[in-house]
Nanobody, 119 residues
Framework: QVQLVESGGGLVQAGGSLRLSCAAS????????MGWYRQPPGKQRELVATITNNGRTNYIEPVKGRFTISRDTAKNTVYLQMNSLKFEDTAVYYC?????????????WGQGTQVTVSS
């Protein structure tokens, strides 16, 4: 069983920054990819950013240029650096792991961390 533990959420003013962390209980290289999802109040969960096991990153359009996903393989930790935060970034953010053998399955999830951006 894989455990993912997120941290780093909080309350920030619009224009501010936060860095989320996700510590995995297994080597990051054992997953196809790691992802950050978010669920705004009253809305469906959406994929925000991903990083594959060879380091390739991908972002949804609303966060491009503001968010950066990265990883520290020595610490088995994935990060989401969020800059120029907007009110609409308010959500619960989840870390997820895409575990073999089914690509894109995102089998494991963290408990979520709340990010609140005040306008």
């Amino acid at each position: 069983q894989v455990q993912l533990v997120e941290s780093g959420g909080g309350l920030v003013q619009a224009g501010g920054s936060l860095r989320l962390s996700c510590a995995a209980s297994r080597r990051l290289s054992s997953f196809y990819a790691m992802g950050w999802y978010r669920q705004p109040p009253g809305k469906q969960r959406e994929l925000v950013a991903t990083i594959t096991n060879n380091g390739r990153t991908n972002y949804i359009e609303p966060v491009k240029g503001r968010f950066t996903i990265s990883r520290d393989t020595a610490k088995n930790t994935v990060y989401l650096q969020m800059n120029s935060l907007k009110f609409e970034d308010t959500a619960v953010y989840y870390c997820a792991a895409d575990d073999p053998p089914i690509l894109g399955s995102y089998d494991y999830w963290g408990q979520g961390t709340q990010v609140t951006v005040s306008s």
